[in-house]
């Protein structure tokens, strides 16, 4: 088939795309555009094989040059996502210390050279957003292939569109459902988006004097371009001639922005402001089926908290890319808790009830968020998604949602960051399975747990393993931030999963 004519996967008839069938017993063919820690766990893992594409020779060569454990080199800027596409990355060298796998070696093992040419000669994709768009629609995918993205993830993940499905959702469950039902969406901030909503912000700007708001980039992510501001007066400059009339065709359209409504009392640990990066996977939009890992992490700001100096991003902005240049951060010691050391934490000083409607209450932004976008998203069983859920509490425990990430950072901040990473993006090739060695019937597989399979998946009677003084803390099968033995759970699945297939 020509490039011209080439459609993609989920436009296909059922005989196009069955032309190649499922990977058999051959080794897996990868291809991946960032250099961080997914290409340590692609390369390590047993039986994939790279294949050449775009700088494939280019990052093949620094690759098996990489310096000795513990040593760091940083040699071109992030991509703009925190994802180095030219440098090995600040992380700790790939060796055969790293997280275990499901079998085999983890850690960087040399790749022979590569003697096929085909570009599409691959099964698996983890390429990068501006590749996918511009790409997708003259792709011709085969049965086997998978990769990341979905062709709109932006629905989701531009903070502009996020909120207008939310809200589109939530009329329409009032609608339904009636206006009790639509208490279950109060979990975004007060939003409008600039400069289309401009003046109807104004109107509740006056209704609403002395408050703080926040200025964000629609599309922009790290925390750049984000401000504070409490008077009018103070984006004067940032407004001035956006919201005249384009009369002038050469001049730019203005970038979209949304206004917010500060959340001025956010929960504080040590004095410091927080929040919670949450890892989700879906691996389909119809039906509905999503994963939650059980690690995350909290993320501080590296000063105490005060409103008393609202230009200060280094107390109100908590991405590591911006508390990593305060001038007394620490790389030694970070900026981050894992999720079940808070988890931990919120238990002992308020007790399991309190944390059990805290995470009850992230898991209703996580489905609620996916559901906003289910008859939007252009489903294809060919694509995946890892979003990044960014989630703050305030000091009545209440999550509120701030954004998600279609490109969260898989560059690591430090070892134990590395090692989280490592285990989150090997699960996740288990997840998808492409070696074919589970049953497809895995509520857990590794970290990851399933949160919504065309409903809601409650637990298994002997998966209760996040327990406070021998009380179970939930009946959902969602686990954010209890313990993880992901090693062991991982032999056990497989264990049972091959007896299964020879009976």
Request: charged share 25%; with cysteine.
């Amino acid at each position: 088939m020509s490039k011209n004519t080439r459609v993609p996967g989920y436009m296909q008839s059922k005989a196009a795309r069955n032309a190649r069938g499922i990977i058999g017993d051959r080794e897996i063919r990868f291809k991946c555009s960032l250099q961080n820690t997914i290409l340590d766990v692609l390369r390590g893992r047993p039986g994939w094989q790279e294949v050449p594409g775009p700088n494939f020779q280019q990052q093949n060569m620094q690759q098996n040059s990489r310096p000795a454990a513990g040593s760091q080199t940083s040699t071109q800027p992030p991509d703009g996502k925190g994802n180095k596409t030219g440098s090995t990355g600040t992380t700790p060298s790939n060796t055969q210390n790293s997280p275990a796998t499901s079998g085999g070696k983890t850690g960087y093992q040399p790749v022979p050279p590569i003697q096929r040419n085909s570009d599409g000669d691959w099964d698996f994709y983890w390429c990068d957003r501006e590749w996918l768009h511009q790409n997708y629609d003259t792709m011709f995918l085969h049965e086997h292939q998978k990769i990341l993205h979905f062709r709109n993830h932006y629905e989701l993940t531009r903070k502009n569109l996020m909120v207008k499905n939310l809200k589109r959702l939530k009329k329409q469950t009032e609608r339904e459902q009636g206006k009790s039902e639509g208490l279950s969406f109060d979990f975004h901030p007060t939003t409008y988006e600039l400069p289309s909503e401009y003046h109807i912000f104004v109107e509740e700007f006056k209704r609403n004097p002395g408050i703080t708001w926040i200025m964000k980039p629609a599309a922009k992510s790290q925390g750049k371009g984000i401000f504070l501001f409490r008077r009018l007066k103070d984006i004067t400059d940032w407004k001035k001639g956006e919201y005249q009339p384009l009369t002038d065709t050469t001049r730019e359209v203005p970038e979209t922005y949304v206004v917010q409504r500060y959340i001025e009392n956010p929960y504080l640990i040590g004095g410091r402001k927080f929040d919670i990066r949450i890892y989700v996977l879906v691996v389909s939009y119809n039906p509905l089926k999503v994963w939650l890992y059980r690690d995350g992490f909290a993320r501080f700001s590296n000063t105490r908290f005060s409103l008393d100096s609202i230009e200060d991003a280094y107390v109100h902005l908590t991405n590591v890319s911006v508390q990593k240049n305060a001038p007394d951060y620490d790389p030694e010691k970070g900026c981050k808790w894992s999720t079940l050391r808070l988890r931990q934490y919120l238990s002992a000083k308020h007790g399991s009830e309190a944390v059990k409607k805290v995470f009850k209450g992230i898991d209703n932004i996580i489905t609620k968020g996916l559901q906003s976008v289910q008859k939007i998203i252009i489903n294809d069983k060919h694509c995946f998604e890892m979003y990044g859920y960014d989630i703050l509490l305030d000091d009545d425990l209440k999550p509120w949602l701030i954004e998600i990430n279609a490109s969260p950072s898989l560059t690591a901040s430090g070892k134990e960051d590395y090692e989280l990473k490592f285990g989150l993006l090997n699960d996740l090739l288990n997840v998808l399975d492409l070696e074919n060695r589970l049953t497809g019937k895995e509520k857990r597989i590794g970290g990851w747990d399933l949160l919504w399979d065309d409903g809601p998946v409650l637990a298994d009677d002997g998966n209760m393993e996040c327990t406070t003084n021998g009380t179970s803390v939930t009946t959902a099968n969602s686990f954010l931030g209890c313990h993880n033995d992901r090693k062991r759970q991982l032999r056990e699945i497989y264990t049972s999963a091959q007896a299964i297939k020879k009976t």
